[in-house]
C-alpha cells in the first residue's frame, strides 16, 4: 500500500462524531490522537461525550453516546501523565474511510480542537510540513 503525503494541517470530517471540516494539526511527536470533548458523563458503562466549543468552528453542542471505551495514560511534552478516555471512531480524509482510536481532552486553549498522531497516521501517511490542508482541498463535497 502506498502512503498519501498529508501536510502539517488539514481539515477533515468525523461522520461518526457528527463533526465535518473540523482542523486538525498533524503531530508526529504525539503517539495517540486527540478530540475536544467538552463534557464527559460515565454512567452505568456507557460514555456521554459532548463535543461543543465556543472556540473551535464547527464543534456544535453534538452528544454522542459510546458503549464501547477505555481508560488509557496519556503523557504530554512536558512529562505530565494524564489519565483519559479513548474512543473509536471513524475519520474521512483524501476520500476514504479511516478507523481511529480517539482520547478525549478539553482543548479549547489549543489552537486546534485535534490531534492526528502516529499511531493513526503509521503506514499510512507521510507529512510533508510544507503543505497544508491536502485532503480538504482535494475533497467534492
Known sequence: MSKKTIGRVDIIDF???GLYNIDVKIDTGA????IHCSKIIEENNILRCIFNSKVHKNFGEIEIIFDTFWKTNVK???GYKENRYKI???VIM???IYKINLTLS???D???PVLLGRQFLKRKFMVDVDLQN???NLKTL
Open 88 to 90: 473509536k471512531s471513524e
Open 31 to 34: 503517539y495517540t490522537s486527540a
Open 106 to 108: 478539553t482543548r479549547d
Open 76 to 78: 504530554s511534552s512536558n
Open 94 to 96: 483524501f476520500g476514504k
Open 15 to 17: 461522520p461518526k462524531l
Open 110 to 112: 489549543m489552537k486546534f
Open 134 to 136: 491536502i485532503s480538504y
